[in-house]
């Protein structure tokens, strides 16, 4: 791939210079009067031109080549233009003149080649500056998550730990072995997710658009976490449109559902109710609602909220809508947050027009 790159600068790099050369062929032939004085005769308009086209391929080099192209190009054009000058039917006049545009032949290339490379020099700095901060941001992020993950498996380890010890003293009642059980079991469904989570911010699987029933896949999402929401005294309404069909990635859509619920259901309260609602909205677009009764999220923390690794939870890795905004930005939609202190919280996400209704 290197090679390739460079056979392909080296190539239009002979191609740059071929053009110069023909250029400077041309005004050379203009300069020498082979061209404007056999269709308008000699005058001192046609001359003053001849000398003006010589800047043009000195000002193409020092952009394409620097301050040393555009030196070359003037020297070049200089000494094929010393004929014309020193002609004996030149009057002595003239040749001041023509000495001074050989002089401004130079200072055009100096003044093109130095702007040029100093452009160069600030994209090229720019360019540095931009990776060095996209490096120190993936390290930060790098730190973030190592910590991250720390913190989110040490407690469940914890916990599985003081589990296991309870229930391998041959003291422990039968009824309270099962309640650790469950207990040892809950916690490494939480480490399992922890780290799904992580692994899926980190190295997210490429989305594959497919026609897909939309709102199959929506309710297929709200029946594997009905348990969940029943054992927390949660009700949920729910309206969906039969047979909302959109370009999307099934599995993905699954996984976005799955976050925007268990947030609900995490910020709601013994019963209270979350509201689901697919639809065709305005514009054909399809619309998709998940919203709360919870406590609602402060207006500072909204702006943060997609942030990853942000969370005012006690618990949790503050990856879950940032993976949302992620799964919806993959099938050309929009996501939008809209809550109130105490008044709970709705995460409103549009798709492209639908396929069929």
Request: some cysteine; overall charge neutral; aromatic content about 6%.
């Amino acid at each position: 791939m290197g090679d390739d790159l460079t056979k392909v600068a080296l190539k239009v790099k002979y191609y740059k210079i071929g053009f110069l050369g023909l250029l400077v062929a041309l005004t050379l032939a203009i300069h020498y009067g082979l061209v404007l004085e056999n269709i308008f005769g000699h005058a001192g308009w046609i001359h003053a031109i001849h000398g003006r086209f010589c800047y043009i391929p000195i000002a193409i080099a020092a952009v394409w080549f620097g301050v040393r192209g555009g030196l070359v190009t003037a020297a070049i054009i200089s000494a094929a233009v010393m004929p014309f000058i020193f002609l004996p039917r030149q009057h002595p006049t003239d040749l001041s003149g023509e000495l001074v545009e050989i002089v401004f032949y130079f200072a055009i290339a100096l003044l093109t080649g130095a702007l040029t490379e100093r452009e160069l020099h600030i994209r090229r700095r720019h360019g540095e500056t931009k990776l060095e901060l996209e490096r120190a941001q993936r390290l930060s992020t790098i730190g973030r998550m190592a910590a991250g993950v720390a913190h989110e498996i040490k407690n469940p380890l914890a916990s599985i730990k003081g589990a296991l010890e309870i229930m391998s003293d041959e003291t422990t009642p039968s009824n309270d072995r099962d309640e650790f059980r469950e207990i040892a079991f809950k916690e490494i469904r939480r480490v399992d997710g922890t780290v799904r989570d992580f692994l899926t911010f980190a190295r997210p699987r490429k989305t594959e658009l497919t026609s897909i029933n939309l709102s199959k896949t929506v309710v297929a999402s709200l029946r594997q976490i009905d348990a969940q929401i029943e054992s927390a005294g949660v009700a949920t309404d729910v309206v969906i449109t039969d047979s909302i069909h959109i370009k999307g990635d099934a599995e993905k859509i699954h996984q976005l559902m799955l976050n925007l619920m268990l947030n609900a259901l995490e910020a709601s309260n013994s019963g209270s109710t979350i509201q689901v609602k697919l639809a065709v909205g305005s514009g054909d677009r399809v619309e998709l609602v998940v919203k709360d009764s919870g406590q609602g999220i402060d207006q500072l923390d909204l702006e943060k909220v997609f942030e990853p690794f942000y969370t005012t939870k006690s618990a949790g890795t503050g990856l879950g809508l940032a993976i949302a905004r992620s799964i919806v930005d993959d099938h050309g939609g929009a996501i939008r947050i809209e809550s109130k202190s105490g008044k709970g919280t709705e995460v409103r996400i549009s798709f492209p027009p639908s396929e069929e209704t």
